[in-house]
């Protein structure tokens, strides 16, 4: 029971205890005279957990999931049966003015008037029932579940697990401003005449926030793509040439060979030249191979043109079977495409994990590492970001890649993330994808190392990376 006393202060009793408890920090605003803050649970006479029970084709009783509500309406033909004891229907039965609230998942805190049940229904188990007085005003009550006060109480009441939830004791501890009954109904009748045009502004906030989106990954695609082909900013003929950049990469190729940690195989680089005739060559050992049509553009002078190949190595993380996982969330975090969105690796509560001995020293993930899909979606083909530092306990998944470079430098790497960012290699990423399934695309490791990169001198490449992280900064 929530009350003010002569100071307008606020206080709560607790009928049970006794206890008064001032709780002015709680209230958010000033109500009119005549209104009263009060909690859910003192003003519903019932907050019930749904029934668990499997979704059947036939059975003893329709059952409403969350997923069978759209725009406010029970698509009952949808609606699935499920089996349940008589002696249980009453408890779940579902009446006109209940109203429904989703406890777990993506549609946490979403709602639902009862209007009208035209068929005996029950209710499943991640849904709560809530049920009032007829004192209250059901469509008062929705439209409060709609307004930003419930749902700022909502996220931080949420508990934050893989599946976010929002229990019955969490509903109830709500607070939400009660007016008088024949209020309450003209306060509905109101909101409905306003529901148009809130609906028109709705639209039109959308229209705009996806223009805006729409326009922001435009403009970044268009900074990546002029920065990859030497148009964001000024060359400097004393900075060097990507040459020695290749050469210095060659030596540093050398010196892992010489510690065992690479191949001699992954010596045997390609030089590829503009000729005499204009033409571009490809030199790889003896012999040269033209490969004009495959150069998309002509790059300024000291850049060069490279495959992906000659400058790191590529490879998949951990292969597992699901059993082998741990749940203690010990040992070596497992992170998937999920957790991969564009320069952002994201640390996911339901992450997997494996313990150590089940994942090679070499997989783990080091600073400078570029990590990408190699199984996804068409649009989600060509998502990478760069890990910062060391992750000493963990890697990426077997449908993830690691691209490792050779010279281990922040700008190579930063330039290189961007590089392979750009609409020029999302293309070229796409144009080599083998359908693999209904909706996924799977990207070829060998096919992916012979895409051909325009690359600049290393300090062009500092320059590249300041000039488009402060672009991107101004575009958030």
């Known amino acids: 029971m929530v009350f003010t006393n002569s100071l307008s202060s606020y206080y709560e009793k607790f009928l049970a205890t006794g206890e008064v408890k001032c709780i002015d920090e709680e ?3 000033e109500i009119p005279k005549g209104w009263e803050w009060e909690r859910w649970g003192n003003i519903a006479l019932s907050i019930q957990y749904g029934y668990n029970a499997p979704a059947l084709e036939r059975g003893d009783i329709k059952m409403v999931r ?6 406010n309406v029970v698509q009952w033909e949808n609606v699935p049966f499920c089996n349940i004891e008589a002696y249980d229907i009453d408890t779940y039965l579902l009446k006109e003015n209940d109203i429904l609230f989703a406890r777990t998942g993506g549609t946490v805190g979403k709602s639902f008037l009862v209007q009208s049940v035209p068929e005996p229904a029950i209710y499943a188990g991640y849904l709560i029932r809530t049920r009032y007085s007829k004192e209250l005003c059901p469509q008062y009550l929705k439209s409060f579940m709609e307004s930003r ?31 008088p009954k024949a209020e309450q109904s003209r306060l509905v009748q109101k909101l409905a005449n306003f529901t148009p045009i809130f609906q028109r502004y709705a639209k039109a906030q959308q229209d705009l926030d996806n223009l805006n989106k729409s326009i922001d990954d435009k403009l970044k695609k268009s900074i990546l793509q002029e920065a990859i082909q030497g148009r964001l900013v000024p060359q400097i003929t004393e900075e060097g040439t990507a040459q020695e950049l290749l050469e210095q990469i060659k030596q540093e190729k050398l010196h892992l060979l010489k510690e065992g940690k690479l191949k001699k195989s992954a010596l045997v680089d390609s030089v590829i030249y503009k000729g005499d005739d204009n033409k571009y060559y ?9 490969i004009t049509e495959e150069i998309a553009f002509d790059l300024p002078n000291g850049w060069s043109w490279c495959r992906l190949k000659d400058i790191c190595s590529i490879f998949t993380g951990a292969t597992f079977k699901k059993e082998e996982t741990v749940t203690t969330k010990e040992g070596v975090r497992i992170l998937r495409g999920g957790n991969i969105s564009p320069f952002e690796l994201r640390i996911k509560d339901d992450d997997i994990f494996l313990t150590k001995d089940k994942v090679k020293e070499d997989i783990i993930l080091k ?4 990590l990408t899909p190699a199984v996804t979606s068409l649009e989600n083909i060509g998502k990478m970001v760069r890990v910062n530092s060391d992750m000493p306990n963990t890697t990426v998944g077997g449908f993830v890649f690691i691209i490792r470079l050779y010279l281990k430098n922040q700008w190579l790497s930063k330039y290189i993330l961007y590089l392979l960012s750009s609409p020029f290699m999302i293309d070229f990423m796409k144009s080599i994808t083998n359908k693999s399934g209904q909706a996924f695309y799977n990207i070829g490791k060998e096919r992916l190392s012979t895409a051909l990169l325009p ?22």
């Open 27 to 29: 209230i958010p605003f």
């Open 66 to 71: 969350i997923s069978d509500i759209h725009d």
């Open 282 to 290: 490809e030199q790889v050992g003896k012999s040269d191979k033209e």
């Open 455 to 476: 690359i600049p001198s290393l300090a062009e490449q500092y320059r590249i990376v300041a000039q488009i992280e402060k672009l991107f900064e101004q575009l958030r």
């Open 367 to 370: 600073e400078n590492d570029i």
């Open 149 to 179: 006060l419930y749902w700022e109480q909502l996220k931080s009441g949420t508990i934050a697990t893989a599946q976010p939830n929002c229990n019955g004791k969490t509903l109830g501890k709500m607070l939400l401003p009660i007016p």
